[in-house]
């Protein structure tokens, strides 16, 4: 019998496309990273592991506050690292949060006034009107506008629009007249909130209501319910309009 030896091709390589990279340097050590991602997955893809300073990773909850340098500039720049891009060339450092001073006090005890504003915060006289704040903001807020409505005593427009505050900082890396503009914000909405704007209605009944178990059989209904079944009451839940006027339940027990 004769025997043909089968002829041994090597496997094709498969071409792996090679990845575009940039080279950053974090707190003094380069990396080699892909290029387009934002300063948060650069860090991660260097293998850095992020236990602080991080949260939402959508611009809102204000955790990841960076300082950053471009290649060839000395100024320091900074911004959220979960939405700014890195570059070629950049040094990046990180610092876990903005040491901006915090006063304490008690809402109930103050005054909603222009005269508690600057009580806890004189710093408010030497604002000069720069606008860097609000250059800086990355929630797009006019800071240097609601600054000068707590010099005014203005609580409601300083409220209104401090509203979207996230409270990383970077407003008070840039002030020169080292004003805390987000602890500002703070204790307006708080004043507003306690001393000014009118008391919720059905507040006090809703309160009553869950002290005296009103609710406590319908939980139970509800914690008894498998996954499928809860999923189903909630996408078939009524949602009240706005405009509509719900009558508000009796808080002495009646469940009619």
């Given at each position: ?42 860090m991660e893809s260097a293998g850095y592991r992020l236990v ?23 100024r320091l720049q900074v911004g959220l690292a979960c939405q ?61 506008r609601y600054i000068a409505a707590a010099q005014q005593g ?103």
């Amino acid at each position: 019998m004769a025997l043909q030896q089968k002829k041994l091709t090597k496997p094709k390589k498969k071409e792996v496309p090679l990845i575009e990279t940039v080279r950053i340097s974090i707190m003094g050590k380069n990396h080699d990273v892909p290029t387009g991602l934002t300063i948060l997955k650069a860090m991660e893809s260097a293998g850095y592991r992020l236990v602080r300073g991080v949260g939402c990773r959508g611009g809102f909850c204000g955790a990841c506050a960076t300082v950053y340098r471009k290649a060839g500039d000395f100024r320091l720049q900074v911004g959220l690292a979960c939405q700014t891009g890195i570059e070629d060339g950049m040094f990046l450092a990180q610092i876990p949060f903005y040491p901006a001073p915090k006063p304490v006090y008690n809402i109930h005890e103050l005054s909603a006034s222009a005269e508690t504003m600057f009580r806890f915060f004189p710093e408010l006289v030497r604002c000069i009107q720069c606008n860097t704040c609000a250059k800086v903001c990355p929630q797009g807020l006019e800071v240097m506008r609601y600054i000068a409505a707590a010099q005014q005593g203005d609580l409601k427009r300083l409220a209104e629009l401090s509203f979207d505050c996230i409270s990383c900082g970077l407003c008070v890396s840039r002030c020169p007249a080292e004003i805390a503009h987000y602890h500002v914000g703070m204790l307006a909405r708080r004043l507003y909130g306690s001393h000014v704007l009118p008391k919720a209605a059905h507040l006090h009944t809703r309160l009553e209501e869950i002290k005296t178990g009103y609710f406590e059989e319908e939980l139970d209904k509800f914690c008894r319910m498998d996954k499928a079944t809860l999923q189903r009451f909630y996408s078939q839940r009524v949602i009240e309009s706005e405009e509509e006027d719900v009558p508000l339940r009796k808080s002495n027990g009646d469940k009619d």
